[in-house]
Nanobody, 124 residues
C-alpha cells in the first residue's frame, strides 16, 4: 500500500515557475515508477511525466517537454515536478501516481495508487 500526498500548487502568472512535490508513505517507494498526470475542467486526465524507479529514465508529454522536469529522491520518498515557463493551458489539477510496472507509463490505467491532487492555475 502506498499513500501519496501532493503539494506545491498555486496561482502563478504565465512565464512563471512552480515545483510540485509528492510525498509517499511506505518503505517500498523506491520500487515504484512514478508519474504526474493532470486534469483540466471538462477534459480527460492526461499524462504529464513519469520517472523510473531509480530516476534513470524520464518520460514527458510533448506539451511539457523542455519546460517541465520530473525527479525523485528515494531516501525522502518524494517525487517532484519542476514546472517552468508556465502557460495558461497548464492550468489543471495535478496528480501524482505510483505504478509497479514500467510498461505503458503514459496510461493512467497502469497506475495503482493516486494522490488527491493539487491545483495549478496559470493566469495570462
Amino acid at each position: 500500500q502506498v499513500q501519496l500526498v501532493e503539494s506545491g500548487g498555486g496561482l502563478v502568472q504565465a512565464g512563471g515557475s512552480l515545483r510540485l512535490s509528492c510525498a509517499a508513505s511506505g518503505r517500498t517507494f523506491s520500487r515504484y515508477f512514478m508519474g504526474w498526470f493532470r486534469q483540466a475542467p471538462g477534459k480527460e486526465r492526461e499524462f504529464v511525466a513519469a520517472i523510473s524507479w531509480n530516476g534513470g529514465s524520464q518520460y514527458y508529454a510533448d506539451s511539457v517537454k523542455g519546460r517541465f522536469t520530473i525527479s525523485r529522491d528515494n531516501p525522502k520518498n518524494t517525487v517532484y515536478l519542476q514546472m517552468n515557463s508556465l502557460k495558461p493551458e497548464d492550468t489543471a489539477v495535478y496528480y501524482c501516481a505510483a505504478a509497479s510496472s514500467g510498461t505503458y507509463l503514459r496510461a493512467s490505467g497502469n497506475y495503482q495508487y493516486w494522490g488527491q491532487g493539487t491545483q495549478v492555475t496559470v493566469s495570462s
